[in-house]
Antibody, heavy 124, light 110 residues
Framework: QVQLVESGGGVVQPGRSLRLSCAAS????????MHWVRQAPGKGLEWVAV????????YLADSVKGRFTISRDNSKNTLYLQMNSQRAEDTAMYYC?????????????????WGQGTLVTVSS | QSVLTQPPSVSAAPGQRVTISCSGS????????VSWYQQLPGTAPKLLIY???KRPSGIPDRFSGSKSGTSATLGITGLQTGDEADYYC???????????FGGGTKVTVL
């Protein structure tokens, strides 16, 4: 069965870095676009980033552009989110999600499988 | 402030029907597919509707989706206590070059 397992969350000081990982199993990882979505405590969902199935293209939300990088290693079935220059407003549960559609995500992503999330807290 | 606008809450009695609106613009809903997600307390979101009106396998036909112009709607019929959750619409915004979600709607079963 499809499984997405995030890891790497924790408490980090403002201005420091953290790298999240999302280990995928149960499907052909290299055939699907992947996303990061976050949710601040008590708040709604916020899309963070997408990476194409082959890693050839990616997009980031304006709120993290220039600070975060999305990448993937299809040989390891793993998605990453490198978070630099962290701010208090980055505090959130971070979910990785698979895009189910075999088309350009820019026509409307479909998040059919989600991980359980990993919590990132930015605090001094 | 979310790019997509949803009502903060809706409520109805068991067995009744509720609808949740999701309002956007030509740069998002007007020209891209919409999906809907259910998030039960303390859990990850779950896909309910994709491509405006399609249901993944396992999602009961009590849940339906539609889109007209720059707005989309999620309908839930035969409301059950287990439907109490937060519901989100989502799509892509071509002007922002980013995925976007609505602010979420809390469904309460009276």
């Amino acid at each position: 069965q499809v499984q997405l397992v995030e890891s790497g969350g924790g408490v980090v000081q403002p201005g420091r870095s953290l790298r999240l990982s999302c280990a995928a199993s149960g499907f052909s990882f290299g055939r699907y676009g992947m996303h990061w979505v976050r949710q601040a405590p008590g708040k709604g969902l916020e899309w963070v980033a997408v990476i194409w199935y082959d890693g050839s293209r990616n997009y980031l939300a304006d709120s993290v552009k220039g600070r975060f990088t999305i990448s993937r290693d299809n040989s390891k079935n793993t998605l990453y989110l490198q978070m630099n220059s962290q701010r208090a407003e980055d505090t959130a549960m971070y979910y990785c999600a698979r895009d189910s559609q075999p088309r350009d995500p820019r026509s409307g992503p479909t998040f059919d499988y989600w991980g359980q999330g990993t919590l990132v807290t930015v605090s001094s | 402030q979310s790019v997509l606008t949803q009502p903060p809450s809706v409520s109805a009695a068991p067995g009744q029907r509720v609808t949740i609106s999701c309002s956007g613009s030509s740069s998002n809903i007007g020209n891209n597919y919409v999906s809907w997600y259910q998030q039960l307390p303390g859990t990850a979101p779950k896909l309910l509707i994709y491509d405006n009106n399609k249901r993944p396998s396992g999602i009961p036909d009590r849940f339906s989706g539609s889109k007209s112009g720059t707005s989309a709607t999620l309908g839930i019929t035969g409301l059950q206590t287990g439907d109490e959750a937060d519901y989100y619409c989502g799509t892509w915004d071509s002007s922002l070059s980013a995925g976007v979600f609505g602010g979420g709607t809390k469904v309460t079963v009276l």
